[in-house]
């Protein structure tokens, strides 16, 4: 490789002068640079079709990309594009958050890039398509915009254009392979930064070079409109990035402060204008992390010691084809290259690069270096909460860092004046040098593409990507059930769900769910459901382990399940092949109704989650009800791992468990006959036993796993639901439900009557400030219900109810919007404008 290196080397010396034709940047005929650009597109996306064989991917295979939080989060967000485009969300809105809540912040994070639009050309069913092709065109861009940024240093640093752009396929390719993006290629919205990084760093070049920097404030506006999270990280490294090239640039000593001052105040004036274009996005989506990552409820994941790894370890990472893990436990993925590596090395003994610009790059390796290895460091680059996984997320800013060092290096290369003379390469003839430098770049190709191969292999032996046929039968499994839903019922209901493809379906499929899982999360409600004995863990919440009570409060009119569920509750509808079943709960309640002046705040710290049900239906209606019959029950310790109840069923309803205990997983058998699991995310709360005749005596088996260790309940509650009682309170309560007679995205309006003594409005809608509400066309005030639902008081009488969603901080965001777009209509429209006019009247005097 060594060698390669200096014939390389010679290579690029004996090239100059190929290449006299090339227009420049400078020249603005940049399509004539336009095969280069595409030749680079193509190479990637060749060399991203030979990963995709090598690991198996479709077409070549059975895998699909979806994996982990691509398989969980990403997918799903994606599709839920079309519910804004049908009109079923807004941005603002949407119904499958979390039983509904801002969207905004789940946009700006996750789908905002305008690359995420493409989608919309598949089709539900070919997702996994849509993000096979999304990430292979996001790698294609990410080498593009390098090439482009690549190519205007060669034309400013080396005005006569003399080195073949061959030669940029090389750190373009390397860019576009870097370990992070294959590693974070899961992470698609964040491959968004990479591609715009390059365009970002040339508009302030060219800020620099006498532009009004017109390129940088829209690649910069752009970025913090596609993802505001790596925009945060790009934005800090355009700041160092800024402050090496204006001391490099500019020797103190020659008294340029005035030009010095003029570049800084035109780099702060453009900064702050991005972030005035993209303030409507930015500022909703900070309120948004408010309610979530970023609020009190909400404790992060902190590491106990005050470093990452032993340093030592992270040159490891120089290393061709290192992967470790994507966990915490993980180091940065920040490979780039043998090329590189070696070219950014030389970047410190090039005499035609300043001492300045030389110094300040090792100081800001050495920032990169520390930030990976001090927590605290770390964590300033990731907004000051330490991530959960996927670690280092800036890493490509250190990957950028060593690749332009290499770029600074080749075009600083001239072997004529190196005092190193290789003789022995002077006597080969030059078309040897064409041949050779097609070998160096296939050898390029080839290691960055089997680097990229071997780290999305380590990926998936460590997680495992998913198969095509395991998304394709889950959509047969439950699209039929969904749409038929839809199709026979239009009114504002929720659907639960009692099995899953991922943490969000409901976005997945467009319905009004339960579930959800991501960053932008409520904490409130996150915070109240495990009271109830629903499902969730961390980021996720759901409406697993819930009880005919719960569906019904919540307004979970449908469920899909693979499960028996309680006849006397739930009325099938339909089937499909796949064993998915539809059913009805005809006692679920309006998202908004009636409720009496007798309507308290709940108790929900009872120890079992069956009082905590029945305390929050009961606090609803003011009257006290026992929905929750207890049924008598011993227990025996049969092994280290085996408990059995034996119970007696007090009436014909249906059963429901509830355990506590140290153990972590177990299954769970109903006189002999497995039912299902216990302790797992999803079934934590309420598990239905079945139905049983009065007096009957059932036997429930539970065991844990068999790994030597002692595991026993530490607390049980069995109780058979009164379905009559049941029955009784929430036909009174939908018979002051709102009667919906229009709904859009984030809006709902319809009529509804209050009884005498009936003074409250009660609702299933998370609370949120973003919320209006208008009685009868009068601004109305609302409070929390249960630390986590809407609630306001409204008089007897029929009235119109109209409650509209925007989502926090978007109105003020719109106008510091307005002044940043005011600031750029006048620095890039008027402004020139009128130069323009003085000067034809000058040349007319």
Request: hydrophobic share 40%.
């Amino acid at each position: 490789m060594i060698c390669q290196t200096c014939l390389l080397f010679k290579i690029i010396n004996e090239m100059r002068g190929y290449s006299m034709k090339v227009q420049t940047v400078k020249s603005g005929k940049i399509y004539k640079d336009f095969p280069m650009f595409i030749s680079v597109f193509i190479l990637a996306e060749l060399m991203m079709l030979y990963i995709l064989k090598n690991n198996g991917f479709y077409p070549f295979g059975t895998k699909s990309m979806l994996i982990m939080d691509m398989k969980n989060q990403y997918v799903e967000f994606i599709t839920s594009l079309r519910n804004i485009i049908r009109g079923e969300d807004s941005i603002f809105f949407s119904w499958s958050r979390s039983m509904g809540g801002n969207y905004i912040g789940v946009f700006a994070y996750y789908i905002a890039s305008p690359f995420s639009f493409l989608t919309l050309l598949f089709s539900v069913e070919k997702m996994p398509v849509a993000i096979e092709f999304l990430t292979c065109l996001k790698i294609g861009l990410c080498g593009i915009s390098f090439c482009i940024y690549a190519k205007y240093l060669f034309d400013k640093y080396n005005a006569k254009s003399k080195i073949l752009n061959i030669c940029l396929i090389i750190p373009s390719i390397c860019y576009a392979f870097m370990s992070y993006t294959m590693v974070y290629s899961l992470s698609i919205m964040w491959l968004d930064a990479v591609i715009f990084l390059p365009l970002i760093l040339m508009g302030l070049e060219k800020i620099f070079d006498g532009s009004k920097g017109l390129q940088y404030v829209l690649c910069l506006t752009l970025l913090f409109i596609s993802n505001y999270y790596t925009g945060y990280m790009v934005a800090i490294f355009t700041g160092l990035y800024f402050i090496i090239k204006i001391v490099s640039q500019y020797d103190i000593s020659k008294r340029n402060i005035k030009k010095e001052l003029s570049i800084l105040i035109h780099f702060i004036m453009t900064s702050l204008m991005s972030v005035a274009l993209a303030a409507p996005l930015l500022l909703a989506s900070l309120k948004d992390l408010m309610s979530g990552k970023l609020s009190d409820v909400y404790t992060g994941y902190e590491p106990a010691e005050s470093t990452n790894f032993v340093f030592a370890k992270i040159f490891t990472k120089f290393l061709y084809g290192k992967y470790d893990s994507i966990t915490n436990t993980g180091l940065p993925a920040i490979y780039c290259g043998f090329v590189i590596i070696i070219f950014a090395a030389l970047f410190f003994f090039m005499k035609n690069i300043n001492i300045r610009e030389k110094i300040g790059m090792i100081l800001l390796i050495c920032l990169f270096l520390l930030s990976f290895y001090f927590v605290g460091l770390d964590k300033v680059w990731h907004g000051f909460q330490y991530p959960n996984w996927f670690p280092y997320r800036y890493a490509f800013l250190f990957s950028f860092t060593l690749i332009y060092m290499a770029l600074r290096t080749l075009i600083s290369i001239d072997l004529s004046q190196a005092k190193l003379k290789m003789h022995l390469l002077e006597i080969i003839p030059k078309y040897v040098y064409k041949i050779a430098a097609f070998i160096i770049i296939v050898g390029v190709l080839l290691e960055m593409a089997n680097n990229g191969a071997i780290l999305i292999k380590g990926l998936g032996n460590e997680f495992g990507y998913g198969e095509m046929e395991e998304y394709t039968s889950f959509i047969r499994k439950t699209k039929p059930l969904i749409d038929g839903i839809k199709k026979n019922d239009n009114d504002l209901y929720r659907i639960n769900q009692r099995y899953d493809y991922s943490k969000n379906d409901a976005m997945l499929l467009g319905y009004h769910g339960m579930t959800h899982y991501s960053s932008a999360f409520n904490a409130y409600i996150n915070n109240l459901i495990p009271k109830l004995g629903l499902g969730q863990s961390y980021f996720w919440n759901s409406g697993y382990s819930s009880t005919p009570l719960t569906d019904s409060i919540f307004g979970c009119k449908y469920t899909i399940s693979d499960e028996t569920m309680p006849a006397s509750c739930y009325t099938q509808l339909d089937t499909t092949a796949e064993g998915g079943s539809s059913y009805k709960n005809d006692m679920a309640l309006p998202f908004v109704y009636a409720v009496s002046d007798k309507c308290t705040e709940p108790d929900l710290n009872q120890p079992g989650i069956f009082a905590n049900q029945n305390n929050y239906l009961s606090s609803v209606t003011g009257t006290s009800v026992n929905y929750f019959t207890g049924c008598k029950f011993s227990v025996t310790q049969d092994t280290a791992n085996t408990w059995t109840y034996s119970i007696q069923a007090v009436s014909d309803n249906p059963m429901y468990l509830y355990m506590q205990s140290n153990a972590g997983y177990a299954d769970v058998y109903v006189n002999n006959n497995r039912i299902s699991d216990y302790f797992s995310e999803r079934k934590t709360g309420a598990l239905y036993l079945g139905d049983f005749t009065t007096g009957q005596t059932v036997t429930v088996q539970v065991v844990a796993a068999d790994d030597g260790n002692t595991y026993s309940q530490t607390f049980t509650d069995i109780v058979q639901l009164d379905v009559a009682a049941l029955k009784n309170t929430t036909a009174s309560l939908q018979k002051h439900g709102l009667k919906i007679k229009k709904q859009n995205g984030n809006s709902i309006s319809g009529e509804i009557i209050l009884d005498n003594g009936q003074n409250q409005i009660m609702t299933s809608i998370p609370y949120d400030e973003g919320w209006t509400i208008y009685i009868d066309g009068e601004k109305a005030d609302y409070t929390k219900y249960a630390g986590s639902f809407i609630k306001f008081d409204c008089s007897s009488g029929k009235h119109t109810i109209t409650m509209k969603y925007v989502s926090p901080g978007f109105y003020q965001g719109v106008i510091v919007g307005i002044i940043g777009l005011l600031a750029f209509a006048f620095v890039f429209i008027l402004h020139p404008m009128r130069k323009s006019r003085e000067n034809k009247i000058a040349m007319t005097l």
